[in-house]
T-cell receptor
């Protein structure tokens, strides 16, 4: 069974600094996809970034980058130049196989607070 | 136009009642899901449908019954509501063989059972 672990229930970061949110996963599937989602206090789920297990390079999307270390089974989210609007819950998620979209599991989430 | 829409957004009801939440997506996706988010924000997959076919049915009480009349709709009916059913229920959709296949979520339906 696949398992996604986020060990940081809460994180604080100063505005304009970078922050890393940890995510480790466990799967025996050779092919899988890793995702990060943001959930602000308003409640909607916002897709941030994706990394495929066979992707050679770490994914980047604007201020978001994914530090993918396959051997360690970790997929940490790095947010650069934090902004007040980054305060939210962040969820790591894994899909079992590249085209098996049916099975997407989430970690417990990390609540990020950006301090002015 | 909202891509994934759920109704109602808020639902307050008494224990023992039956209620339904409707979900529609206009993205042309072939896969739809129901997730439950509890008070600790944990997101748990409940059901997944692909082209109206039930693919994932997690260990959810059989009081919960999903129905997919077509691939654009996935409704959730809950019988004999219990206090522990109070949560936010998210509908989501994705396209199985396209791009990254990320989930597109509805805004959530907050169910409160009194």
């Amino acid at each position: 069974a696949q398992k996604i672990t986020q060990t940081q229930p809460g994180m604080f970061v100063q505005e304009k600094e970078a922050v890393t949110l940890d995510c480790t996963y466990d799967t025996s599937d050779p092919s899988y996809g890793l995702f990060w989602y943001k959930q602000p206090s308003s409640g909607e789920m916002i897709f941030l970034i994706y990394q495929g297990s066979y992707d050679q390079q770490n994914a980047t999307e604007g201020r978001y980058s994914l530090n993918f270390q396959k051997a360690r089974k970790s997929a940490n989210l790095v947010i650069s130049a934090s902004q007040l609007g980054d305060s939210a819950m962040y969820f790591c998620a894994m899909r079992r196989a590249r085209y098996n979209n049916n099975d997407m599991r989430f970690g417990a989430g990390t609540r990020l607070t950006v301090k002015p | 136009d909202t891509a994934v829409s759920q109704t109602p957004k808020y639902l307050v009801t008494q224990m023992g009642n039956d209620k339904s939440i409707k979900c529609e997506q206009n993205l042309g996706h072939d896969t739809m899901y129901w997730y439950k988010q509890d008070s600790k924000k944990f997101l748990k997959i409940m059901f997944s449908y692909n082209n109206k076919e039930l693919i994932i049915n997690e260990t959810v009480p059989n009081r919960f019954s999903p129905k997919s009349p077509d691939k654009a709709h996935l409704n959730l009916h809950i019988n004999s509501l219990e206090l522990g059913d109070s949560a936010v229920y998210f509908c989501a959709s994705s396209q199985r063989t396209s791009g990254t296949g990320e989930l597109f979520f509805g805004e959530g339906s907050r169910l409160t059972v009194l």
